[in-house]
Nanobody, 111 residues
Framework: QVQLVESGGGLVQPGGSLRLSCAAS????????MGWYRQAPGKQREWVAS???????SYTDSVKGRFTISRDNAKNTVYLQMNSLKPEDTAVYYC?????WGQGTQVTVSS
């Protein structure tokens, strides 16, 4: 089973930026569709963005134009660049290979 480890979360002011990383074990990382989800307190986990092995990207409407998902198959890592952050982006962010989940990384947007 692939292990996923997220990093890069933290506290940032509104309008700021963060880059999340998700490192995956396993030799066939490039074949997986990788995704980012988030879960705010008291809310259900929601999909944020996905990227196919060939680099096709998709985003939920609320982050389009602000977030960018990317991957480095040589490093078995997927990234989420988050710009123009808003308080409503505050959540625990999880990466997934559509099979398992990482442990999550907290993102807090507050002044």
């Amino acid at each position: 089973q692939v292990q996923l480890v997220e990093s890069g979360g933290g506290l940032v002011q509104p309008g700021g930026s963060l880059r999340l990383s998700c490192a995956a074990s396993g030799s066939i990382f490039s074949m997986y569709v990788m995704g980012w989800y988030r879960q705010a307190p008291g809310k259900q986990r929601e999909w944020v963005a996905s990227i196919t092995g060939s680099g096709l990207k998709s985003y939920t409407d609320s982050v389009k134009g602000r977030f960018t998902i990317s991957r480095d198959n040589a490093k078995n890592t997927v990234y989420l660049q988050m710009n123009s952050l808003k308080p409503e982006d505050t959540a625990v962010y999880y990466c997934t290979d559509q099979i398992g989940w990482g442990q999550g990384t907290q993102v807090t947007v507050s002044s």
